[in-house]
């Protein structure tokens, strides 16, 4: 079936591994006109890089942290400062890149920002293939961020003003100029953003008079620590309180939020490798020791306060997915030093990973971006239907509250990624494009709807039902009731209990119904603790993921509606 019900990321809830709440729209308050720009890498894809995991290595071998000729360091200049949840990718994955079209769409980001910093790099192959995805998966209805690039810094050096003429040549002429993929232009003040110094054009040729007034050009400002020095000035990255970047109007126009800084109160400018960095941790007051302190990120929420309380139109947060930085014998007075990227605890970047951060730092992001933006408030309780196992489609698709998910995104994963590292995986089965929901005085009935017929009821990753109420009771990942993980017999289905941790319970048999694209099932609200006049419970529907209770395989396998850990409401009433 077509996905009849729109898709309303806003609107979903989340609780992640700590135990915060996404905030919803009734705490929010209704969306503002406020854009939010994700710093992006796509220079991910040197021929031969190979995939080291740093974090992995100091934590196995702390003696050689700050020995430059370690032998464990043999013939490495780099790496990742952990593995990312999708693997040590190239930046022109399109499989990968699909997946952040929907996480980025889901968190509210507006525009990733591209890393073209240094020489005159632009890594077309990138960027021409993130277009073509994000593109196409706004065709499939994913909000899919648009894109922008960031160009060299000036620092002063007029080889970085020729560095970005080269650059906006190249992007103009290979991109922009034959109108590919406009609708991935992010545009401010109506016209292409571009995040560059026009300083070394020459309005009297002719190309590069087109490009100065092609665009509206906002130059970066590199510095941690000063301010804006030019009326048209934006940052990237600052100290807190960060610097305020104002626009014609003389109000705050763009402000930075940044995961981490690479400098030090002794050195100032540093190693993200070097003692008392200001890593996740730190915070203005100093840095926090509390358990699980690494995940909770102090320093990147300490950005968000303030710039939630300054409120600019734009936000620009520091980062996604930069993972790498090379390795010097020393550099800013730190020897074997990795300047931008080190480890769990000193690094940048939100995109989830393989290691302990897992996904905590991208619902810290979503939760930020909607404290920003303002989301959409919850529905009104929905009254009884009438529905039941037995009316049709139609009636389901006109009658129940009904709730959207992503068409696409099912492909087979087959691309190299660092090295000889090669990704096969085929886990894609039933697309979920739609869910719905009903219920009278006995019975709460939840409706899955797939893109097409679903596939026979086998294995404990069959379509599950995973549903989430406000009772204290053991859970799993916040759900304390999973359906299918029996699969179905005929037109019984069965109802766990969880008792703790990935384990479960048999509590109910229940009525089903498997017709064709859709399959509906009715659940007692007994069962659920949910017979009282008014009620509300949480679920999602998932299919071949979360084999063995992994919740990071939401990400890489199968399909969920809604996608990662968010999860739909309903609020109903008998009135």
């Known amino acids: ?24 729209g009734d705490v929010t308050g209704p969306r503002r006109d406020r854009a939010v720009g994700l710093f992006y890498w796509t220079w991910h894809n040197s021929p031969g890089g190979k995939a080291v995991n740093v974090d992995k290595i100091i934590k196995e071998h702390p003696d050689a942290v700050f020995d430059y000729n370690h032998p464990v360091w ?31 769409a889901d968190a509210g ?40 690039f960031l160009l060299p810094l000036h620092m002063g050096d007029p080889k970085n003003n020729e560095n970005c003429r080269v650059q906006l040549r190249s992007i103009y002429q290979k991109f922009y100029k034959p109108g590919l993929y406009p609708d991935m232009w992010y545009k401010w003040q109506g016209k292409p953003l571009i995040l560059g ?8 040729e002719p190309l590069e008079r087109e490009i ?18 030019r009326p048209d000035h934006w940052g990237w990255l600052s100290l807190y309180p960060q610097k305020v970047y104002t626009g014609a109007d003389g109000l705050p126009e763009q402000m930075t939020v940044g995961v981490a800084q690479n400098h030090s109160q002794r050195i100032g400018l540093t190693a993200m490798s070097a003692p008392n960095a200001f890593g996740r941790t730190y915070t203005s007051k100093g840095f926090d020791t509390s ?18 309380k300054v409120d600019p139109k734009f936000v620009f947060v520091t980062g996604w997915n930069e993972w790498t930085a090379g390795r010097y014998e020393v550099w800013q007075q730190i020897p074997n030093a990795f300047p931008d990227e080190y480890n769990d605890l000193n690094s940048r970047d939100c995109e989830p990973t393989k290691g302990g951060l897992k996904d905590a730092y991208y619902y ?25 196992l037995d009316s049709p489609l139609q009636e389901w698709i006109a009658r129940a509250r009904g709730y959207g998910a992503y068409r696409g995104g099912m492909e087979k994963r087959d691309e190299y990624g660092y090295g000889d590292i090669h990704y096969v995986s085929d886990t894609g089965r039933n697309d979920i494009v739609c869910a719905a929901v009903s219920h009278d005085s006995e019975y709460v009935y939840i409706m899955a709807g797939c893109d097409r017929d679903i596939t026979r009821p086998e294995g404990e990753a069959w379509m599950n ?27 019984e289905a069965y109802l766990e209990d969880c008792a703790g941790g990935w384990s479960w319970k048999l509590s109910e048999k229940l009525a089903c119904r498997l017709d064709a694209d859709w399959f509906v099932v009715r659940i007692p609200r007994r069962a659920l603790g949910l017979d009282t006049p008014r009620f509300s419970f949480f679920f999602k529907w998932t299919d071949n993921t979360l084999k063995g209770g992994d919740m990071m395989t939401v990400y890489t396998d199968g399909d969920a509606a809604p996608g990662g850990r968010f999860m739909y409401r309903y609020d109903g009433t008998d009135e």
């Open 109 to 148: 980001v507006d525009v990733v920002i591209f890393d073209n910093t240094n020489g005159v790099s632009v890594w077309e192959e990138s960027y021409m293939a993130l277009a073509e995805t994000f593109s196409a998966a706004r065709a499939d209805g994913v909000n899919a961020p648009q894109m922008a």
């Open 465 to 491: 039902l995973l549903i989430r109420t406000r009772e204290l009771k053991p859970a799993w990942e916040g759900f304390q009731y999973i359906v299918n993980r029996m699969p179905p017999e005929g037109d």
């Open 197 to 204: 110094y026009p300083d070394g054009l020459n309005p009297d």
């Open 364 to 388: 810290q992001l979503c939760a930020n971006i909607r404290r920003y933006k303002g989301a959409t408030p919850p529905d009104k309780p929905a009254s009884p239907t009438g529905l039941n």
């Open 1 to 24: 079936m077509k996905n009849p019900f729109p898709v309303r990321p806003d609107t979903w809830e989340a609780i992640d591994d700590l135990g915060r709440a996404l905030p919803t």
């Open 291 to 308: 358990p699980d302190a690494v995940k909770r990120g102090a320093n990147f929420q300490e950005q968000w306060d303030y710039a939630l």
């Open 212 to 229: 100065l007034e092609f665009f509206t050009f906002r130059p970066v400002q590199p510095s941690y620590v000063a301010g804006q020095t």
């Open 74 to 104: 043999q013939g490495i200049h780099g790496g990742h400062w952990d593995e990312p949840v999708f693997g040590y990718y190239k930046s022109y994955n399109k499989w990968v890149l699909r997946r952040h079209a929907e996480m980025l």
